[in-house]
């Protein structure tokens, strides 16, 4: 899939998908459908207009691609979005970006969308415009609920990773570059790798959890720990702490993708050292399970 930026766009008929698109959960997937373009924002247009309301993102630009890659997609188009951008009205949006830039033949929308200043526009103006066919796609319902960004981000706050990744469609992920920690795993038995939670985006709520970790070079089954390690006294702040099992090697500085299946207990402090250890061990076993019948 190629990525492109709306102001290098080469011009070519497209039936195009256009919104946020934060997570590409099942209810963006059926908006996609079909479309061979996808259109974008890049930040959250909420983040420009309003940033005292902009919500913890689910995925960062490069997953967002990834994503609607593994759709089919043959384009991902994203629109630098700043507050000049937020100006354009909704009949602007649609003469210079959806026609004149893209020139799309067919539009695909959530019936929640809206585009343009103050979000005027909206899918009924979309529809009365001639020069292309609108499709409007109904929100989906899930277990008798709609299925929405702020839901999911919701969902892995909780720790409710498991059914996050239902509604998504794919295991909720987070990745980052690894970093030195205390190295207290080490000792314990059971090295880590550490990732700094990223400002402005969702970390699952604290626990121990079950996932697939993905390095440059491999995909191993990872039993991780989210907070603040309450049985010992670190000053740190929230850490994320992967070990990935039956792996051997230097990750420092590194990139590392965490996939998280299932939450397994919560945090917890432990009266002693050896009781840690373990618990760490039945972790361990358990996060074997999970990801085994996960493949």
Same mark, same amino acid.
């Given at each position: ?41 890049? !930040?959250?247009?909420?983040? %420009? ?5 902009? #919500? ?16 089919? %997609? ?5 629109? #630098? ?12 949006? %649609?003469? $210079? ?24 526009? $909206? ?10 066919? &609108? ?6 319902? %899930? $277990?008798?609920?709609? =299925? ?12 409710? =990773? ?12 987070? /990745? ?11 000792? +314990? ?7 700094? !939670?990223? /400002? ?13 970790? &993905? ?5 191993? !089954?990872? /039993? ?9 006294? &670190? ?8 070990? +990935? ?15 998280? +299946? ?27 399970? =999970? ?5």
């Amino acid at each position: 899939m190629k990525t492109t930026f709306l102001q290098d766009v080469e011009p070519r008929p497209r039936r195009a998908a256009v919104g946020t698109f934060d997570g590409v959960h099942l209810g963006h997937r059926e908006v996609i459908k079909g479309a061979d373009t996808v259109l974008t924002f890049e !930040p959250h247009p909420i983040a %420009v207009v309003q940033p005292g309301a902009a #919500p913890r993102l689910l995925t960062d630009p490069e997953r967002k691609a990834q994503l609607v890659a593994s759709l089919g %997609v043959q384009e991902l188009v994203v629109i #630098p979005f700043d507050r000049e951008f937020a100006t354009r009205t909704a009949l602007q949006f %649609v003469d $210079d970006v959806l026609v004149g830039a893209l020139g799309a033949t067919h539009v695909s929308v959530g019936e929640n969308f809206r585009f343009g200043h103050k979000a005027q526009g $909206d899918a009924a103006l979309l529809c009365a415009d001639e020069r292309f066919q &609108t499709r409007v796609v109904e929100l989906l319902e %899930v $277990d008798g609920e709609i =299925v929405s960004s702020s839901h999911i981000r919701g969902l892995v706050l909780g720790g409710a =990773v498991e059914y996050a990744g239902h509604l998504l469609g794919d295991p909720f992920t987070l /990745a980052g570059e690894v970093i030195h920690g205390d190295e207290r795993g080490r000792t +314990l038995g059971y090295p880590t790798a550490n990732l700094v !939670p990223r /400002a402005g985006f969702v970390t699952p709520g604290h626990g121990v959890y079950a996932a697939i970790a &993905t390095t440059a070079e491999r995909t191993v !089954p990872a /039993a991780v720990s989210i907070g603040v390690r309450p049985t010992f006294a &670190t000053g740190r702040g929230e850490l994320v702490e992967a070990y +990935l099992i039956d792996f051997d090697g230097d990750l420092y500085g590194s990139w590392l993708q965490l996939a998280f +299946l299932k939450r397994l207990r919560g945090e917890k402090r432990f009266e002693s050292v050896d009781a840690l250890v373990d618990q760490m061990a039945r972790d361990v076993e358990a996060t074997r399970a =999970v990801c085994a019948s996960a493949t």
